[in-house]
Each structure stands twice: as structure tokens, then as C-alpha cells.
């Protein structure tokens, strides 16, 4: 690549020049960061080939992680960073007067994700490359992601994400590729030769045009590629109605999670999800035929993973291309099919296991919607014969039923392995939600505990943790993360906690420059940094976090003996455009803040900050800052979190309910190194099976609890009459379904805990250092390593395919 920072500096110079025409002292920070992308990519595209043609040649089993998200956040650095290239690069440019980080800020943050969803695509398609492991994902290219969020007096505005607005240097457009999608339509079956042949007649197209970005691994030679497919018209199309079919086909891939509110909406979704399963299965069938003859053993040499229920539909749309265009049985497809796919699931709550009407899905799709229906047949007729007359529970575990299709029995019939994504997790599925399921399909069900890649979340978001982390046991950790553990035997050394102190101190003075320039006020970085940081939604219960504040504040201002060691809480979500209540939440959030801000009496001793358009390279200024993690959702409802471990990874200490993967990070760093409160899950559902929870008890019962919640629509806040009058509602009038009355004093009791702790220097920074000891457990690398020999059947010592 460059052999020093001198070689590199005369190939950039030249390179900026030659493309832009222009003296190189004449070049804007756009065109530099440009050039130094185009170079960068072009870099490892020998290796991208090679990798490739590596595949090919050896025949290494390939695996597709299907996804509708893959937060990516901003790639420069990381790929640098991964190619042992960002320090050459870094002098080269100081001596062209550039500043790397500078150059940074000019990319965008991708928008092709939300939240842990997509952010954990992201971490496995690292761990896969630098893993050395076959591994590439399919998703979507949207034009405008999610939403840019602004705050305007306190409220969420949705403003489209232009992050596409000047160009993605990383990727590389494969027009060539391209493939046609069918949309409604007929389908007629006709006798052929003595086989029954279906096809699809009158559909309106659409094209499927493939965008690949290159994953680079750490330090590795291997190159795998993120595909994403963009909706372009059709040559085919009806010239009549080009101007709303051009529209209607850009639609499909320019928005994430498009408002399904409507019928409209529905469509948009469901056309986005077929799109994104066709045109992937279409484009790994052609890549798979290139090198073998027969797709009978298609699932020895492929694994198609299935992230959530968006992509649930490569179950029928693999029937459908080995039965209709390659001519197997039914039998021969459904072995094939079933032993090639496998699930994940990422939620316990029933509303978001998807469903779609099935007088939206049958028009739409006509032909897919045939073979769900063979599969459903198939599926309870097969349940009627283990279990005679058993109606409700094949109606309860039927794909087809009431009106409906749904897309988690679908994928979990149709794949070979379920994975929930932590132990309480997986327990809950097999023993609540998903129940009869693993009843019926025990061995299909195991647990794969999710993890972040330390190499963003670590080595590049905390350089200076990193560093001290380096110094003390070595380099040996950036490979395996399990060293991390090497770092307890110094957890008695005075000089290496002062050491860690005066890291975790730098990143909060520099938050806080961040918080001051986008936020205008000052917050004092020696107070504790108190962070909640994740999509708004109820169940995570960032409520719960504002109540808590303004009962501090009420005692606060009453009571002149009440004293508490300074805290800044720092919040960032977005809420979805149609969720009424959490964005409800975003205001009272911010209208807590305006006042508590502006009064002098909390001035040095209580600071709200809501850090508007929360992404992944804010989070990577935020992590290393925080000195305390919000995990607080209801127990039970947490699948797994990512964020808990991101938090982790660099010192700060969770504050939460035994939800999610806060179990086994209890088990890991032990109870005296983590702030628990609240019910368990166990009581929760015991809670919601048996009933006994009234929420009015604890309102007339708990003073602190009536003042906060009255405050909400009458004496707190001026100016403000009626508007919190949802969450008083869901409060009180819908019973408080997530617990935030029932968990409140207990949450109170641990915040005084943290108070408390925060002041014992030494006890609470042997605690930080407890905390990234055990973090390494958390590396995607070790989930991906299980995926990889437990599910996908990749051994990877070998990168051979292993029997199934």
C-alpha cells in the first residue's frame, strides 16, 4: 500500500490533483476526503478480488446475513484503522496542514439503520472479515435511512436523512447485476411434459440494482462485501403511467421502517421486504451456480441467515426458485430450503412480531403467497396428525390465520435453527412466546448471546483507554478480547486507577466541549455523567429516568438539608415519526431539562442534556464519557441490548433491571459491581399472567410518585396545559403496562447507591476496571464464532463446511 507517510503524501497530492483538476492548495475538505475514500477503497480491491475468487476456487461455504438495517456509522477511520494504515495516513496529511479528523467529519453517518438491530449487523460483518470467515450481508440502500431529528422547542421534527447527498465514496454501483422483481399480478399453473407449472403474468416490475461496499477485516487479508440493492424502474415499464410508477418504485427503497399506519404504508413495507429477499436469493443462486452444478446441495455450500422477521419471506422465495425455476418436488425444495435458512430473533414483545393482512399480501404477491399457503396447509396438517383434534394450538401456531400472515412462524417452520439473542432471552421464547414451537422443534432452539466489535466500540472510539489497556497486558486483546481479563491484576495498583481516572476524565471534559457546542450550555465534566442512550420506547422505560429527575429536582428545591453528589443526565433517542407517547417522552424530556436548566439553584448540581440525532458517531463520543449506563427497561422485555455492553467496554457502570444482557453481565462482574433494582422477569410475568399490579395503589400510596405524576399536567411546567396528558394516562388510566410506579422506589433507593459509591474513588474505579475486564466476553467476534459452528456449520480453523 504506502510504505511511509512521505510515499503516501505524494500518491494523495497527485491523486486530488488529476481528479479534480485544480492545484492541490486550492482543494476543499470535501474533495480530500474523497480522494483519501477513493484511495483507501481502492486499496483493498485487490484483495476484495482475491478474496472472492479465494471463495470460488476453494468452494468455502458462504454465509448471507439477511438484514433490513446495517448501521454502519462513518467508515474512514475504521477501515484505516483495520488496514494499519491510520498512522502513515495521519503524518502524511499533518504535512499537507490536514487535520484527520477534520477530514472525518466530512463523511456521513450511513443511513441504512436504527438502532441494536442494525448496529449488530454492522459488528458481525467486522467479526466475519477479520475473522477470516466467508461472511457478506444483504441489505437495503436507502436513499434518506430513518429521519434526521431535530429538537424544536422541546419536540421531535423529522427531516429527511440527505446522507447520500454527496455520494458514499465507499461503494461501487453493479449495474450489471441487476435483477427483476415481480409485484402483483396473476398466476396461472398450466400442465407441461406431465409437471405442473406456475407462472406470473401482468406483474409490474421493478429493478433490483446492486450497491457493494467492502467489508475490511482487522489486520486480515480478507475482504467481504455488503451488497445493498436500491429500486430503480424498469425498462419494461408501462409508458402511460411512467411519472407514478417511477415514484411508486423509488419509494420502495427510500425510506427505513416507511409508516405502516395505513394500507399504503403496508404495501411500501411489504414491497421493501420482498425486494430486499428476491433480489439477494437471485443474486446468491447466480453466485452459487458459477461454481456448482446441482442446488441439491445448496445447504452445504450456502447459509442464509434471517435477521428478525424482515427477511422471513426468503422462506417461500427459495421454494419458489427451486421448484418453479429449477424444477424440484415439493419435498426435495423443503429440505433444501429448511437446511439452508436460519432465524434470529430479537424481540418478546407480540406487537412486533410482524403480521401482514392477508388482502394486502396475496394481490401483492401472488405467487409467494400460494406457496405460504402449501407450507401452512402442509404444517398443520402434519400438527393434526402428532396431536388429533388440537385446534386452538395449530390455529395459535398456524402462518395463516385470522386474516393474517405471520412472518415469525414462517421463519421458524422454514429455518433449521432459532436463536434468541441472550439466556433470558432464549428462555423466554422457548418457554412463553414462542413456546409450543420449541415444544414442537426442540433442537431448533439455542442461544446466541450478542456482542459489539471492540474494534469500533474500543480501539477506535477511546484511543486513550485503548492505550493504557495496550501498555498494561499488551496488544494481544485487540485479537482475543478474553485478555481483557489479564487487566484484574491491577486492580490493586494505585498508579494504573489513576491512570484510568485521568482517561475516563479527558473524554468527559471533551463531551462536554460537544454538549456546550451543540447544546449552548455548560456542564461540569467532574459531576457524574449519567447516560441513557437508545430508541424511545416504553418498555426501555426512559420515563422511568425523567420521573427520577424530577422528584430529585421537587426535593432539591424543598428540602435545603438534601444533598447529592452533582449529576449531568445525557439522553439521545429517536422516536419513530407515528409513535405518539415516546414522542411525547423526547418533550417532557426536554421541557424538564429547560427548567431545570435555567434555574440557579441547580446550578453545579443538576444538569439535563437531550443530544439531539443520536447515531453511531455520537455514540462514539458519548460511551467513553459516561460514567453511569441506563438499563432499565421492563424485565423480560429487553431481548438482549448492545449498548449495556458498549457502556461496559469502557468503564462505566450499569444501573439496571435484570433484563436482557444485563443477567450475564451480573454473572460476569459480580453483584457488588453493578446497580440492580426492579422486578424480575419472573414477576413480571407473573405479574401480567395472574394480574395483581394496580398502578392507582402506588399513585395514592407514594407521595413522590402522586407529586411527579400530578406535575405532569398541572404546577411544573409553564406553558404547557394538556400536553403530557398521554403519559399521565398510561400511567394511570391504562394501567402502567411497563412498571414504572412498581420499579420507582426501588430505582430511587439505586441512584442514591450510585451517589453514594461515585464518591469512593477507589472502590468505584477497581469496580470501572472489574467491568472492561469482563467486557471481553461481549466481543461479536465470540458470537460470531458461535454462529459460525453451531448454526452455520463453518468450521473456522478450516473455513470448511461441516455436515449438518
Given at each position: 500500500?504506502?510504505?511511509?507517510?512521505?510515499?503516501?503524501?505524494?500518491?494523495?497530492?497527485?491523486?486530488?490533483?488529476?481528479?479534480?483538476?485544480?492545484?492541490?492548495?486550492?482543494?476543499?475538505?470535501?474533495?480530500?476526503?474523497?480522494?483519501?475514500?477513493?484511495?483507501?477503497?481502492?486499496?483493498?480491491?485487490?484483495?476484495?478480488?482475491?478474496?472472492?475468487?479465494?471463495?470460488?476456487?476453494?468452494?468455502?461455504?458462504?454465509?448471507?446475513?439477511?438484514?433490513?438495517?446495517?448501521?454502519?456509522?462513518?467508515?474512514?477511520?475504521?477501515?484505516?484503522?483495520?488496514?494499519?494504515?491510520?498512522?502513515?495516513?495521519?503524518?502524511?496529511?499533518?504535512?499537507?496542514?490536514?487535520?484527520?479528523?477534520?477530514?472525518?467529519?466530512?463523511?456521513?453517518?450511513?443511513?441504512?439503520?436504527?438502532?441494536?438491530?442494525?448496529?449488530?449487523?454492522?459488528?458481525?460483518?467486522?467479526?466475519?472479515?477479520?475473522?477470516?470467515?466467508?461472511?457478506?450481508?444483504?441489505?437495503?440502500?436507502?436513499?434518506?435511512?430513518?429521519?434526521?431529528?431535530?429538537?424544536?422547542?422541546?419536540?421531535?421534527?423529522?427531516?429527511?436523512?440527505?446522507?447520500?447527498?454527496?455520494?458514499?465514496?465507499?461503494?461501487?454501483?453493479?449495474?450489471?447485476?441487476?435483477?427483476?422483481?415481480?409485484?402483483?399480478?396473476?398466476?396461472?399453473?398450466?400442465?407441461?411434459?406431465?409437471?405442473?407449472?406456475?407462472?406470473?403474468?401482468?406483474?409490474?416490475?421493478?429493478?433490483?440494482?446492486?450497491?457493494?461496499?467492502?467489508?475490511?477485516?482487522?489486520?486480515?487479508?480478507?475482504?467481504?462485501?455488503?451488497?445493498?440493492?436500491?429500486?430503480?424502474?424498469?425498462?419494461?415499464?408501462?409508458?402511460?403511467?411512467?411519472?407514478?410508477?417511477?415514484?411508486?418504485?423509488?419509494?420502495?427503497?427510500?425510506?427505513?421502517?416507511?409508516?405502516?399506519?395505513?394500507?399504503?404504508?403496508?404495501?411500501?413495507?411489504?414491497?421493501?421486504?420482498?425486494?430486499?429477499?428476491?433480489?439477494?436469493?437471485?443474486?446468491?443462486?447466480?453466485?452459487?451456480?458459477?461454481?456448482?452444478?446441482?442446488?441439491?446441495?445448496?445447504?452445504?455450500?450456502?447459509?442464509?441467515?434471517?435477521?428478525?422477521?424482515?427477511?422471513?419471506?426468503?422462506?417461500?422465495?427459495?421454494?419458489?426458485?427451486?421448484?418453479?425455476?429449477?424444477?424440484?418436488?415439493?419435498?426435495?425444495?423443503?429440505?433444501?430450503?429448511?437446511?439452508?435458512?436460519?432465524?434470529?430473533?430479537?424481540?418478546?414483545?407480540?406487537?412486533?412480531?410482524?403480521?401482514?393482512?392477508?388482502?394486502?399480501?396475496?394481490?401483492?404477491?401472488?405467487?409467494?403467497?400460494?406457496?405460504?399457503?402449501?407450507?401452512?396447509?402442509?404444517?398443520?396438517?402434519?400438527?393434526?396428525?402428532?396431536?388429533?383434534?388440537?385446534?386452538?394450538?395449530?390455529?395459535?401456531?398456524?402462518?395463516?390465520?385470522?386474516?393474517?400472515?405471520?412472518?415469525?412462524?414462517?421463519?421458524?417452520?422454514?429455518?433449521?435453527?432459532?436463536?434468541?439473542?441472550?439466556?433470558?432471552?432464549?428462555?423466554?421464547?422457548?418457554?412463553?412466546?414462542?413456546?409450543?414451537?420449541?415444544?414442537?422443534?426442540?433442537?431448533?432452539?439455542?442461544?446466541?448471546?450478542?456482542?459489539?466489535?471492540?474494534?469500533?466500540?474500543?480501539?477506535?472510539?477511546?484511543?486513550?483507554?485503548?492505550?493504557?489497556?495496550?501498555?498494561?497486558?499488551?496488544?494481544?486483546?485487540?485479537?482475543?478480547?478474553?485478555?481483557?481479563?489479564?487487566?484484574?491484576?491491577?486492580?490493586?495498583?494505585?498508579?494504573?486507577?489513576?491512570?484510568?481516572?485521568?482517561?475516563?476524565?479527558?473524554?468527559?471534559?471533551?463531551?462536554?466541549?460537544?454538549?456546550?457546542?451543540?447544546?449552548?450550555?455548560?456542564?461540569?465534566?467532574?459531576?457524574?455523567?449519567?447516560?441513557?442512550?437508545?430508541?424511545?420506547?416504553?418498555?426501555?422505560?426512559?420515563?422511568?429516568?425523567?420521573?427520577?429527575?424530577?422528584?430529585?429536582?421537587?426535593?432539591?428545591?424543598?428540602?435545603?438539608?438534601?444533598?447529592?453528589?452533582?449529576?449531568?443526565?445525557?439522553?439521545?433517542?429517536?422516536?419513530?415519526?407515528?409513535?405518539y407517547f415516546a414522542k411525547k417522552v423526547i418533550k417532557l424530556i426536554n421541557t424538564v431539562a429547560e427548567k431545570i436548566n435555567r434555574d440557579k439553584d441547580a446550578e453545579g448540581r443538576l444538569k439535563v442534556v437531550f443530544l439531539e440525532n443520536y447515531r453511531v458517531s455520537l455514540a462514539e463520543d458519548i460511551f467513553p464519557a459516561s460514567d453511569i449506563s441506563e438499563q432499565i427497561s421492563t424485565s423480560s422485555k429487553e431481548a438482549s441490548g448492545t449498548g449495556n455492553m458498549k457502556f461496559m467496554m469502557n468503564g462505566a457502570l450499569t444501573i439496571g433491571t435484570l433484563d436482557g444482557a444485563n443477567v450475564e453481565i451480573t454473572e460476569l462482574v459480580g453483584r457488588g459491581n453493578i446497580f440492580l433494582f426492579g422486578l424480575t422477569a419472573e414477576e413480571v410475568l407473573s405479574y401480567q399472567k395472574y394480574g395483581g399490579y394496580h398502578s392507582h395503589e402506588y399513585y395514592h400510596h407514594d407521595k413522590r410518585i402522586r407529586q411527579v405524576t400530578d406535575q405532569l399536567i398541572n404546577g411544573f411546567f409553564p406553558d404547557t396545559e394538556n400536553e403530557f396528558t398521554a403519559i399521565f394516562d398510561s400511567l394511570l388510566s391504562h394501567h402502567d403496562q411497563y412498571f414504572v410506579y412498581r420499579d420507582f422506589a426501588s430505582y430511587v433507593k439505586a441512584q442514591e447507591?450510585?451517589?453514594?459509591?461515585?464518591?469512593?474513588?477507589?472502590?468505584?474505579?477497581?469496580?470501572?476496571?472489574?467491568?472492561?475486564?469482563?467486557?471481553?466476553?461481549?466481543?461479536?467476534?465470540?458470537?460470531?464464532?458461535?454462529?459460525?459452528?453451531?448454526?452455520?456449520?463453518?468450521?473456522?480453523?478450516?473455513?470448511?463446511?461441516?455436515?449438518?
Amino acid at each position: 500500500m504506502f510504505a511511509d507517510a512521505a510515499e503516501f503524501k505524494r500518491a494523495f497530492q497527485n491523486r486530488l490533483e488529476m481528479a479534480y483538476g485544480k492545484n492541490f492548495q486550492y482543494s476543499t475538505k470535501r474533495e480530500q476526503f474523497h480522494t483519501l475514500g477513493t484511495m483507501v477503497r481502492e486499496c483493498v480491491s485487490a484483495e476484495w478480488i482475491r478474496t472472492n475468487e479465494s471463495y470460488r476456487k476453494t468452494r468455502k461455504k458462504q454465509v448471507y446475513y439477511l438484514s433490513i438495517e446495517f448501521l454502519l456509522g462513518k467508515l474512514l477511520r475504521q477501515n484505516l484503522l483495520n488496514l494499519g494504515l491510520e498512522e502513515i495516513v495521519s503524518e502524511g496529511l499533518a504535512d499537507l496542514g490536514i487535520d484527520l479528523d477534520e477530514l472525518e467529519d466530512q463523511e456521513a453517518d450511513a443511513g441504512l439503520g436504527n438502532g441494536g438491530l442494525g448496529r449488530l449487523a454492522a459488528c458481525f460483518l467486522d467479526s466475519l472479515a477479520s475473522l477470516d470467515l466467508p461472511g457478506h450481508g444483504y441489505g437495503i440502500r436507502y436513499k434518506y435511512g430513518l429521519f434526521e431529528q431535530k429538537i424544536i422547542e422541546g419536540y421531535q421534527v423529522e427531516l429527511p436523512e440527505q446522507w447520500l447527498r454527496h455520494g458514499h465514496v465507499w461503494e461501487v454501483r453493479k449495474a450489471d447485476e441487476s435483477v427483476e422483481i415481480p409485484y402483483w399480478g396473476k398466476v396461472e399453473s398450466s400442465v407441461e411434459n406431465g409437471k405442473l407449472i406456475f407462472r406470473h403474468y401482468d406483474a409490474e416490475t421493478v429493478t433490483a440494482v446492486p450497491y457493494d461496499i467492502p467489508v475490511i477485516g482487522y489486520r486480515t487479508r480478507t475482504v467481504n462485501t455488503l451488497r445493498l440493492w436500491t429500486a430503480e424502474p424498469s425498462r419494461t415499464m408501462d409508458s402511460k403511467h411512467i411519472l407514478q410508477y417511477k415514484k411508486d418504485t423509488e419509494s420502495i427503497s427510500e425510506f427505513l421502517y416507511p409508516d405502516d399506519t395505513h394500507d399504503e404504508g403496508k404495501i411500501l413495507r411489504l414491497k421493501q421486504q420482498y425486494l430486499l429477499v428476491a433480489a439477494s436469493l437471485k443474486s446468491i443462486i447466480l453466485t452459487y451456480k458459477k461454481q456448482n452444478t446441482s442446488l441439491l446441495s445448496l445447504h452445504d455450500h450456502v447459509a442464509i441467515h434471517i435477521n428478525d422477521t424482515h427477511p422471513a419471506l426468503a422462506v417461500p422465495e427459495l421454494m419458489r426458485i427451486l421448484i418453479d425455476e429449477e424444477g424440484f418436488s415439493w419435498n426435495e425444495a423443503w429440505h433444501i430450503t429448511r437446511n439452508t435458512l436460519s432465524y434470529t430473533n430479537h424481540t418478546t414483545l407480540s406487537e412486533a412480531l410482524e403480521r401482514w393482512p392477508t388482502s394486502i399480501f396475496q394481490p401483492l404477491l401472488p405467487r409467494i403467497y400460494m406457496i405460504v399457503e402449501e407450507i401452512n396447509e402442509r404444517f398443520c396438517r402434519d400438527l393434526w396428525e402428532r396431536e388429533p383434534g388440537s385446534w386452538a394450538k395449530i390455529e395459535s401456531m398456524a402462518i395463516i390465520a385470522n386474516g393474517e400472515v405471520r412472518m415469525a412462524p414462517l421463519a421458524i417452520i422454514g429455518s433449521h435453527s432459532v436463536n434468541g439473542v441472550a439466556k433470558l432471552h432464549t428462555e423466554i421464547l422457548k418457554k412463553r412466546e414462542m413456546r409450543l414451537f420449541a415444544e414442537t422443534f426442540p433442537e431448533r432452539f439455542n442461544n446466541k448471546t450478542n456482542g459489539i466489535t471492540h474494534r469500533r466500540w474500543l480501539l477506535k472510539s477511546n484511543p486513550s483507554l485503548s492505550n493504557l489497556i495496550t501498555g498494561a497486558i499488551g496488544d494481544g486483546w485487540i485479537r482475543e478480547t478474553e485478555k481483557l481479563e489479564e487487566l484484574l491484576s491491577f486492580k490493586d495498583d494505585a498508579g494504573f486507577l489513576q491512570e484510568l481516572d485521568r482517561v475516563k476524565s479527558a473524554n468527559k471534559e471533551r463531551l462536554a466541549g460537544i454538549i456546550f457546542e451543540r447544546n449552548g450550555f455548560s456542564v461540569d465534566p467532574s459531576s457524574i455523567f449519567d447516560v441513557q442512550v437508545k430508541r424511545l420506547h416504553a418498555y426501555k422505560r426512559q420515563l422511568l429516568n425523567v420521573l427520577h429527575i424530577m422528584y430529585m429536582y421537587n426535593r432539591m428545591k424543598e428540602d435545603p438539608g438534601y444533598h447529592f453528589y452533582p449529576r449531568t443526565f445525557i439522553f439521545g433517542a429517536k422516536a419513530s415519526p407515528g409513535y405518539y407517547f415516546a414522542k411525547k417522552v423526547i418533550k417532557l424530556i426536554n421541557t424538564v431539562a429547560e427548567k431545570i436548566n435555567r434555574d440557579k439553584d441547580a446550578e453545579g448540581r443538576l444538569k439535563v442534556v437531550f443530544l439531539e440525532n443520536y447515531r453511531v458517531s455520537l455514540a462514539e463520543d458519548i460511551f467513553p464519557a459516561s460514567d453511569i449506563s441506563e438499563q432499565i427497561s421492563t424485565s423480560s422485555k429487553e431481548a438482549s441490548g448492545t449498548g449495556n455492553m458498549k457502556f461496559m467496554m469502557n468503564g462505566a457502570l450499569t444501573i439496571g433491571t435484570l433484563d436482557g444482557a444485563n443477567v450475564e453481565i451480573t454473572e460476569l462482574v459480580g453483584r457488588g459491581n453493578i446497580f440492580l433494582f426492579g422486578l424480575t422477569a419472573e414477576e413480571v410475568l407473573s405479574y401480567q399472567k395472574y394480574g395483581g399490579y394496580h398502578s392507582h395503589e402506588y399513585y395514592h400510596h407514594d407521595k413522590r410518585i402522586r407529586q411527579v405524576t400530578d406535575q405532569l399536567i398541572n404546577g411544573f411546567f409553564p406553558d404547557t396545559e394538556n400536553e403530557f396528558t398521554a403519559i399521565f394516562d398510561s400511567l394511570l388510566s391504562h394501567h402502567d403496562q411497563y412498571f414504572v410506579y412498581r420499579d420507582f422506589a426501588s430505582y430511587v433507593k439505586a441512584q442514591e447507591k450510585v451517589g453514594k459509591s461515585f464518591q469512593e474513588r477507589e472502590t468505584w474505579l477497581k469496580s470501572s476496571l472489574v467491568n472492561i475486564a469482563k467486557s471481553g466476553y461481549f466481543s461479536s467476534d465470540r458470537t460470531i464464532l458461535e454462529y459460525a459452528k453451531e448454526i452455520w456449520k463453518i468450521d473456522p480453523k478450516t473455513q470448511s463446511s461441516l455436515d449438518i
